[in-house]
């Protein structure tokens, strides 16, 4: 499928997937994600503002689509150019590129840090305390006094209307009664016979 046969129906129509398909075989090699959308554009006449809100869905589309493969640096092209076996290779050679201009790095130093050498520098001391806690200095007896004497504290009350009356307990019990009602409900515990 070209670009030229998508023009015969309406550019609305189309998935953004197929218009990726059509483009990628108009130029039959990978290309960058922003090439391809910047292509997409072009064909569907939007700018990129309009474009924006579909970008994601586009990319998404992309990667779960059978028909499209990433060939890393974020280049895409046509799964049908590529054989399976070839795209194993394809994708190794890549990361052979990356990997071969690295120098290597001289082989670190093995640290013991259990090591019962205490003139070794790299060997940490656990048992050293921490320098933060020498500003503060250690805490004396003085420093942390409480109050071992008791305080009575007495208090006065003028006002006799807060005392209660202890001798009319036989009122008392008769609005306890009264409150409680004739139905006793309780389990039978306090003596109550069973009616």
Request: no cysteine.
């Amino acid at each position: 499928m070209s670009l030229t046969t998508l023009g015969n129906h309406p550019k609305e129509e189309f998935a953004l997937v197929e218009i990726a398909t059509a483009i990628l075989t108009e130029h039959k090699e990978a290309m960058p994600f922003s090439s391809l959308v910047q292509e997409i554009q072009e064909f569907l006449e939007v700018d990129a503002e309009t474009f924006k809100s579909r970008l994601s869905q586009f990319y998404t589309d992309l990667n779960t689509d059978g028909s499209f493969i990433s060939l890393g640096n974020n280049e895409w092209a046509l799964r049908a150019w590529y054989p399976v076996d070839a795209i194993d290779e394809s994708i190794h050679e890549l990361d052979d590129e990356e990997d071969a201009p690295k120098r290597k790095k001289s082989a670190k130093k093995k640290v013991n840090v259990f090591a019962d050498n205490a003139s070794d520098d790299d060997v940490i001391d656990y048992n050293d305390d921490d320098p933060e806690d020498e500003d503060f200095g250690t805490v004396t007896d003085d420093d942390t006094e409480t109050d071992d004497e008791e305080t009575e504290v007495e208090v006065e009350s003028d006002d006799e209307s807060n005392e209660i009356d202890l001798s009319d307990d036989e009122s008392i019990d008769a609005n306890m009664t009264e409150l409680s009602g004739g139905d006793d409900l309780d389990d039978l515990s306090d003596g109550d016979q069973e009616k």
